[in-house]
């Protein structure tokens, strides 16, 4: 399995008590929060120019969805979870071989998804 341990995370999250649980867990599982954003315009400012080693983003940000941050994340070769309520069926095409948390989810369930986010052989974020 693969090691989280100082991990680098950017949290794209509107709902602030969610934000702090997620962050919470990351932490837990060793990972160090860079970032933390609520709104589609600073988690676009943060993908651009922070730097991290994968992205947490909740799809609706208070009506707007984070499609063009996942565009932008893809672009740098970062990788990123979507984390939403909607599960699968809220993802459009163009991320169809992107991971999906579905809300609300357990810190069991975000570890394994991490693990097997970074722990694929190939060193592959999409394929």
């Not at 315009?41 to 983003?57: I, P, Q």
């Not at 609300?104 to 722990?119: A, C, V, W, Y």
Request: proline letters at 3%; charged letters at 25%.
């Amino acid at each position: 399995m693969a090691d989280l341990a100082g991990l680098r995370v950017l949290v794209v999250e509107d709902e602030g008590s969610v934000a702090l649980l997620i962050e919470s867990m990351l932490e837990e599982l060793g990972c160090h929060v860079t970032a933390s954003v609520a709104t589609l315009a600073k988690a676009l400012n943060a993908a651009r120019v922070d730097s991290f080693d994968f992205a947490l983003l909740d799809i609706n940000l208070d009506g707007e969805l984070v499609f063009p941050v996942a565009e932008l994340l893809k672009s740098r070769q970062l990788p990123f979870v979507f984390s939403t309520g909607y599960g699968r069926m809220g993802v459009p095409e163009e991320f169809k071989e992107c991971d999906v948390l579905n809300k609300p989810f357990t810190i069991e369930e975000l570890s394994t998804k991490l693990q097997s986010m970074f722990g694929k052989s190939d060193g592959a974020v999409f394929d």
